[in-house]
């Protein structure tokens, strides 16, 4: 009788929900929370060797994922991210506007309005799902929570308190970092403009992962230029 086995890399660091909602967890902060969500775009799949911003962009066909969410992001010994789970991967021909008919189901909170209810996806299906975690790691909620169980969806809860009243539905652990970096409101305002972009109902609507990542790295070198120039300010 043959034995066959598949050996994966060990990711003994978790994945983001454990991070993220693990009782005792530590704050990251805002720079590292800006690194975490940056990266998404050059985490590998568990299973592969390329990264899933090559899937996306580089690759002759799109890979989709379709259940990106933050138990499927595993972290490995250095903290880098691994992307698991992709039982219900498809592809589609290289065109950002290509759909395909995906029969399995992604998982109820981070499925896009097209996806969930017409089985339809597309690369911008899977930017919902990445711009859903942003959202969820900022305040400390997932999309799942009792609060999100009716008419009220997490983009909405956002959505409302946007962009005059973010401070209320921050979590608490990242509002360490307020007191003490005058450009953390900016980023914050910028951080969920992306988020909300990213997850309209309207596909055609939404960034596409290139231009997010770019729009991230922007706001992380404004923030640390910003806590540097806050540094040299205080030592004088």
Known sequence: MDFRALVLQSMPNGNLDMLLHSEGRSNLGLLKTLDIMLSLKHAKPYTASNSIGYLYHEHYEVVLHCDLKPSNVLFDEEMAAHVADFGITKLIMRDDNSNIIASMPGTLGYMALEYGTLGMASCKSDVFSFRIMPLEVF???????????????????????????????????????????????DVLWLVFEVGLLCTTDSPCKRMSLNDVVVTLKWIKKEYIHSMLKAAVTATQ
């Open 139 to 185: 305040i400390g909620k997932r999309p799942t929570d009792p609060m999100f169980i009716s008419e009220l969806s997490i983009r909405q809860w956002v959505h409302y308190a946007f962009p005059t009243d973010l401070v209320s539905i921050m979590d608490d652990q990242l509002l360490q970092d307020a007191s003490s970096v005058r450009y953390f409101y």
